[in-house]
């Protein structure tokens, strides 16, 4: 069965330090891959997309995350934090249907 | 050109009555889909839709929960009998055919009395 496990509930950086969320999948098929941010009460923004294309996929607000098949992971980093980064991310995987699988989720926190 | 909209966005219904969530895709986007947040959870696929068709209703409840998306008009959302554990966030998402992405509305936050 297709599955998302996103490492770690809660991540707390510092500001200006790197953030790295993590994210595994389980799949038998090549998959599509995704980052999304989710700000309080509010809906979801795509950060960046995996689709079979270049490994290192750059996303938007300084974001990129690598595809590695033989680890199974998509983990997403970002060199230096930023206050505004403060918010829950979530690692999706796109299902045979068309239909996203998603991680729990991890909420970030940005000390200063 | 408008993103996904979702109506109402915060909804209060007491246990037995009946919630109608709407959703409006985006322009030119004829696949839409359902996912319900429950808290600290992520978000669970409930049903696929295209025009006058569901295409995958796997994610659905048995009972109770329906959805619908007519030649005209947005897609509905219907959750009869509402019960405590109804209570969560409702997503829609949209796409267009043949492309892997989905934009998000702003959800639909149901409490149940």
């Known amino acids: 069965a297709q599955s998302v496990t996103q490492l770690g509930s809660h991540v707390s950086v510092s500001e200006g330090a790197l953030v790295l969320l993590r994210c595994n999948y389980s799949s038998s098929v090549p998959p599509y891959l995704f980052w999304y941010v989710q700000y309080p009460n509010q809906g979801l923004q795509l950060l960046l997309k995996?689709?079979?294309?270049?490994?290192l996929v750059k996303g938007i607000n300084g974001f990129e995350a690598e595809f590695k098949k033989s680890e199974t992971s998509f983990h997403l980093t970002k060199p230096s934090a930023h206050m505004s980064d403060a918010a829950e991310y979530f690692c999706?995987?796109?299902?045979?249907?068309?239909?996203?699988?998603f991680g729990k989720g991890t909420k970030l926190s940005v000390k200063p | 050109n408008a993103g996904v909209m979702q109506n109402p966005r915060h909804l209060v219904r007491r246990r037995g009555q009946e919630a109608r969530l709407r959703c409006s895709p985006m322009?030119?986007?004829?696949?839409v889909y359902w996912y319900r947040q429950l808290p600290e959870e992520g978000l669970k696929f409930m049903v696929y839709?295209?025009?006058?068709?569901?295409?995958?209703e796997s994610g659905m409840p048995k009972e109770r929960f329906s959805a619908e998306f007519p030649k005209e008009g947005p897609s509905i959302l219907r959750i009869q009998q509402v019960v405590r554990g109804d209570s969560a966030a409702y997503f829609c998402?949209?796409?267009?055919?043949?492309?892997?992405?989905?934009?998000f509305g702003p959800g639909t936050r149901l409490t149940v009395l």
């Open positions: 322009k030119g986007h004829s696949h």
């Open positions: 995996y689709t079979s294309a270049a490994t």
């Open positions: 839709l295209q025009k006058e068709n569901i295409i995958d």
């Open positions: 999706a995987f796109g299902g045979s249907q068309g239909n996203l699988i």
């Open positions: 998402a949209s796409s267009p055919p043949t492309v892997y992405e989905q934009f």
